[in-house]
């Protein structure tokens, strides 16, 4: 797992440990709040409002919404992440932001 939020998150929970239900959910709360916070902080303290549009920030707030629902529905059981075959193309992990003035080292990713 990679320390930059922009970087595509492969991350999966892992249901084969002994941690107790509550225990996966928090760690999965976490990550995925770190990772959303990452995104948030680059539009509260780096976005350029001279650069981006309207519609800019709001495809990246919607992608960072999308990525805390997903994280909402594995920890309550609706979408199962386990690892199996992975298919990239259906990934969320993969959506890359419409902000084509984005800086390019902070392009939104999914």
């Not at 595509?8 to 709040?33: C, F, G, M, Y």
Request: negative net charge; hydrophobic residues 35%; aromatic residues 6%.
């Amino acid at each position: 797992m990679s320390a930059d939020v922009f970087e595509v998150d492969r991350s999966r929970t892992l249901k084969v440990n002994k941690d107790p239900v509550n225990i996966q959910a928090w760690e999965t709360a976490r990550h995925n709040a770190w990772h959303v916070k990452g995104h948030l902080d680059y539009i509260l303290e780096e976005a350029d409002p001279n650069t981006l549009s309207p519609t800019d920030f709001a495809d990246m707030l919607e992608v960072q919404s999308a990525k805390l629902k997903r994280a909402a529905d594995i920890i309550l059981g609706r979408v199962d992440d386990a690892i199996g075959f992975v298919d990239d193309s259906l990934s969320l992990n993969n959506t890359v932001s419409t902000c084509s003035n984005c800086n390019s080292t902070k392009k939104e990713e999914l």
